[in-house]
């Protein structure tokens, strides 16, 4: 034992139900407008009030439109779960960051930016990329909507304790690797299930050097995994990420938390269920070509033959071609495609930005190509504005469209049409999830950025 995982749990455990879970105290709850509105509705029916109003945030994401916020929104069910998340937070005392607000943008990306997310915290969200904040030394996890009510009511959840793995990844990144390829890489090491009741640790020379938005990017796909959660043990460049936002503590209190933050580490005894090692070298860009995260090649490869695939997995991966439009065997270096996605809590970042426009300066958008570039955040459009980025994308055929999830999970009005392919930077390609009948293939920034420019779908280590 011995691990981070085990420091932090053990600090917020409350009881432990012999042969039962454990009631788990919880720091921060973050609530947006989807998994929500059963929870409130739960509360008003028992006339419970929440109980540490202050530990929770509200902001809505999925449903907000990127382009037209200051106009009601159209959709009527977007339009509904949006004004009654804002309606819930006024009737509960709630912290509410509107939409069009400087506040406002993608939980995942607004919980890191403005402090609010700590190393040592317990951070829970009705929403499955919770795990992004992981990266700042917290255990963070998705939960349900009973389970969501259950936190307003109590701040305390009922969990079984997960099972804790370390994935070491050692070496030094190649040119045009990203994090975004170092977690489709073990995606496709691990499988869709193979950390399956687990919960990570990252480490290693990789994940020391990543920046702290890496850092985000690979926790956030910690789900597509299986696993419960993903972390990273806070270090200084967690500190000099902290420093100065908002939320994050002032003076000698910071001075105080820095000491304390110091000491979440896992002992150099500790003792994990499982442990995976990975080498850097074997990284380069990476691109899927089927309907689950794991289904993932590197950009020069091939996608697997019938021969590679075993026996009770052949009908699956045959359909997930068909639906693709690929097939076994066949590189998809050079295969044309129509739409190109930039952001979702996955890369909506202000680094993402950078890297994308990197690759796009002084080229010209591909005219076969309709490009969303969307901002994680206010804050993130801020710094793209301020950093000129938005110039440079201006002049390369590309417009920034207002924070939102997007084309993460079409549940606003960003729908991939169906047979089109999609180079996203989200986390999910299943079947529909960008719109019914779109095919989504996941990628980097720079990935993405390679493929607006040229068209199809490009090694970017060609561009840069």
């Known amino acids: ?45 028992r006339g419970v009030k929440c109980f540490r109003p202050d530990h929770i945030y509200c902001m809505p994401d999925h449903n907000t439109p990127t382009h037209d916020q200051d ?22 005392g709630l912290t509410h960051y509107g939409m069009l607000s400087k506040d406002n943008g993608i939980i995942h990306v607004v919980g890191p930016e403005k ?16 795990s992004t904040h ?7 996890f998705g939960i349900g909507t009973s389970e969501v009510e259950m936190v307003m009511a109590s701040q305390c959840i009922l969990q079984q304790k997960p099972k804790s793995m370390r994935i070491n990844i050692n070496g ?19 499988t869709t299930s193979g950390a399956t009741g687990y919960f990570v640790e990252y480490s290693g020379q990789v994940v020391k050097d990543l920046t702290m938005e ?11 995994m299986g696993a419960r959660g993903g972390f990273v043990a806070p270090d200084e460049t967690t500190f000099e990420y902290l420093k100065g936002r908002e939320f994050a503590p002032k003076s000698e209190d910071w001075d105080k938390a820095v000491e304390y933050w110091k000491t979440l580490k896992s002992g150099d005894d500790a003792v994990f269920d499982k442990e995976l090692n990975f080498d850097a070298a074997d990284i380069e860009p990476r691109i899927t070509y089927g309907t689950n995260p794991g289904m993932g090649i590197g950009i020069t490869e091939a996608i697997p033959t019938l021969d590679d695939i075993d026996e009770a997995g052949k009908a699956s991966f045959q359909k997930s071609l ?25 890369n909506g970042r202000i680094e993402d930005f950078r890297a994308f426009a990197s690759i796009v300066k002084g080229k010209k958008k591909a005219e076969n190509v309709v490009a969303w570039l969307v901002p994680g955040s206010w804050l993130v459009d801020k710094q793209i504005r301020e950093e000129g980025i938005d110039k440079v994308l201006e002049e390369a055929g590309f417009a920034i469209r207002q924070p939102g999830c997007s084309a993460c999970l079409a549940m606003n009005d960003d729908k991939i049409p169906a047979g089109k392919y999609s180079v996203s930077t989200s986390n999910r390609n299943f079947e529909g999830r960008q719109g019914p009948g779109s095919r989504t293939i996941l990628a980097s920034p720079l990935v993405a950025a390679a493929a607006a420019v040229t068209g199809k779908i490009t090694d970017p280590r060609e561009l840069m």
Not at 134 to 140: H, P, R
Not at 214 to 224: F, K, P, Y
């Open 214 to 224: 890496g850092r985000l990017t690979l926790c956030n796909l910690s789900i597509e």
């Open 322 to 346: 068909d639906y693709m439009g690929f097939a076994p065997g066949e590189k998809l270096l050079g295969h044309a495609i129509d739409y190109v996605f930039l952001g979702a809590c996955t």
């Open 134 to 140: 992981g990266a700042m030394g917290a255990v963070a």
């Open 115 to 130: 402090g609010l997310s700590l190393p040592g915290m317990t951070i829970v969200c009705g929403d499955s990329h919770t």
């Open 1 to 45: 034992m011995n691990t981070l995982f085990d420091k932090i749990w053990d600090k917020h455990v409350v009881q432990k139900i012999e042969d039962g879970p454990t009631q788990l105290y919880i720091d921060r709850l973050y609530c947006h407008e989807v998994t929500s509105p059963q929870a409130f509705a739960g509360m008003r029916e």
């Open 172 to 190: 030094k990144l190649q040119k045009g690797v990203t994090a975004k390829d170092v977690a489709l890489y073990l995606m496709s090491k691990l």
């Open 71 to 92: 106009k009601p929104i159209e959709d009527p069910v977007s339009k509904k779960q949006v004004d009654t998340l804002a309606k819930n937070a006024a009737d509960f």
